[in-house]
């Protein structure tokens, strides 16, 4: 039973543009959702999150836009930078510091 | 940031070795760390949480006696694979959370690659 999808498995953007990368999840005791970015034979590094009680949280060019009536979040990155190639996993958990449930992961790939 | 450090990177070693992975927050304390594993393509799933000073919590499915953990301090969480065969070959994550008040997310070390031939 996977509570957080991402439905998308790749994602390709011209550098300058806007990526917007989906995530949704069945679980309506999540409150709390991340975003991971992930590099192969790294850990994933966390990029911003955002809790139940936002709708939206902006961190530079990282925004997360969550909608809890319709179980979605999604992640903003404006503009797009070739540095950005990742794949990109959502994750979410019921409180902040339970366990995480992530989603698939997107590669994304922002091209010069 | 937070930093966490998992040590070693990468192993290989022979069917039967037991191997066995250290996940450190380098500068805070972290009373709970999570092990994650990840076949390639696929998500991360969560394996354990452990817990300073007590019994780690495993997953469903997640073999306790196999996969053996214990945090014995605030900044140090180790993962021991018992009699590791060739289906334990994947890469095994570790992760602490910085304790306080508010929302704080999970800090991820580096990973482990384990090959076993």
């Known amino acids: 039973d996977q509570q957080v999808k991402q439905n998308s498995p790749s994602l390709s953007v011209q550098e300058g543009r806007i990526s917007i990368l989906n995530c949704d999840y069945t679980?309506?005791?999540?409150?709390?959702f991340l975003w991971y970015k992930k590099y192969p034979a790294e850990g994933p590094t966390f990029l911003i999150s955002?809790?139940?009680?936002?709708d939206k949280n902006e961190d530079g060019r990282f925004t997360v836009f969550l909608n809890k009536s319709a179980k979605h979040l999604s992640l903003h990155i404006v503009p797009s930078q070739p540095g950005d190639s990742a794949v990109y996993f959502c994750?979410?958990?019921?409180?902040?510091?339970?366990?995480?449930?992530f989603g698939e992961g997107t590669q994304l790939t922002v091209n010069p | 940031g937070a930093v966490v450090s998992q040590h070693p990177s990468w192993v290989i070693c022979k069917s039967g070795t037991s191997v066995k992975i250290e996940c450190r927050s380098l500068?805070?304390?972290?009373?709970?760390m999570f092990w994650y594993r990840q076949f390639p393509k696929q998500s991360l799933m969560l394996m354990a949480t452990?817990?300073?000073?007590?019994?780690?919590?495993?997953e469903q499915g997640v073999e306790k006696d196999k996969f053996l953990i214990n945090h014995a301090s605030l900044t140090l969480s180790t993962l021991t694979v018992t009699s590791a065969h060739p289906e334990d070959s994947s890469f095994y994550i570790c992760?602490?959370?910085?304790?306080?008040?508010?929302?704080?997310?999970?800090?991820f070390g580096d990973g482990t690659r384990l090959s076993i031939l």
């Open positions: 452990s817990n300073e000073g007590s019994k780690a919590t495993y």
């Open positions: 994750a979410a958990s019921g409180t902040s510091g339970s366990r995480l449930t």
């Open positions: 679980n309506s005791m999540f409150d709390y």
């Open positions: 955002i809790s139940s009680i936002k």
């Open positions: 992760s602490a959370r910085i304790q306080g008040w508010g929302d704080q997310p999970q800090h």
């Open positions: 500068d805070f304390q972290a009373t709970t």
